[in-house]
T-cell receptor
Framework: NAGVTQTPKFQVLKTGQSMTLQCAQD?????MYWYRQDPGMGLRLIYY???????DKGEVPNGYNVSRLNKREFSLRLESAAPSQTSVYFC????????????FGNGTRLTVT | EDQVTQSPEALRLQEGESSSLNCSYT??????LFWYRQDPGKGPEFLFT???AGEEKEKERLKATLTKKESFLHITAPKPEDSATYLC???????????????FGKGTLLTVNP
């Protein structure tokens, strides 16, 4: 009963490097989301995918790209990492029905030096 | 713009000492208010959804209530295992069809000492 799985758990990048954060869910959910969590800021939505084949910008999309690879997988890419992208990144999913709660993964802690 | 303010930022209780956490919100038409629990190093875990003023939900030592401007998470006779950060989030009616966006508060860090 894995739920939402995120890899890697920890990552350190140098400024300008690129990387992809992976997310997979095994609950047959339609919608998937990427959030970042920073001290004193709360969770902020980066991108979301309402259904397979669609993606939309959230509150803080600059510097990120996403790919909804299939119904299970939703990846987040940092093309040229910046120190301001140091954060904890959470992937979440939901069936997509009205008021269905988000199910979160356990996060990727990213440090950009 | 939707806003969620949680208070206090941190709360320290003795085991058995009941208290409440507050979530004040401003939203253009509340579609739902959500409470989550987050343990250190983990993702948020869903607790409750409240839809309309006057509604209450309970789970073990937790009870969530909702008015038109705020929600309370009441913790009765807390135990050390209730220690966590509690997050409140709102969904507005204008957030769009089946793909919705939540606005989160910054959370309340609850510590329950034995």
């Amino acid at each position: 009963n894995a739920g939402v799985t995120q890899t890697p758990k920890f990552q350190v990048l140098k400024t300008g490097q690129s990387m992809t954060l992976q997310c997979a869910q095994d609950m047959n959910h339609n919608s998937m989301y990427w959030y970042r969590q920073d001290p004193g800021m709360g969770l902020r939505l980066i991108y979301y995918s309402a259904s397979e084949g669609t993606t939309d910008k959230g509150e803080v999309p600059n510097g990120y790209n996403v790919s909804r690879l299939n119904k299970r997988e939703f990846s987040l890419r940092l093309e040229s990492a910046a120190p301001s992208q140091t954060s904890v990144y959470f992937c979440a999913s939901t069936p997509g029905q009205r008021n269905s709660p988000l199910h979160f993964g356990n996060g990727t802690r990213l440090t950009v030096t | 713009e939707d806003q969620v303010t949680q208070s206090p930022e941190a709360l320290r209780l003795q085991e058995g000492e009941s208290s409440s956490l507050n979530c004040s919100y401003t939203v253009s038409g509340l579609r739902g208010l959500f409470w989550y629990r987050q343990d250190p190093g983990k993702g948020p875990e869903f607790l409750f959804t409240l839809y309309s003023a006057g509604e209450e939900k309970e789970k073990e030592r937790l009870k969530a209530t909702l008015t038109k401007k705020e929600s309370f998470l009441h913790i009765t006779a807390p135990k050390p295992e209730d220690s966590a950060t509690y997050l409140c989030a709102v969904q507005a009616w204008n957030s769009g069809g089946s793909n919705y966006k939540l606005t989160f508060g910054k959370g309340t860090l609850l510590t329950v000492n034995p």
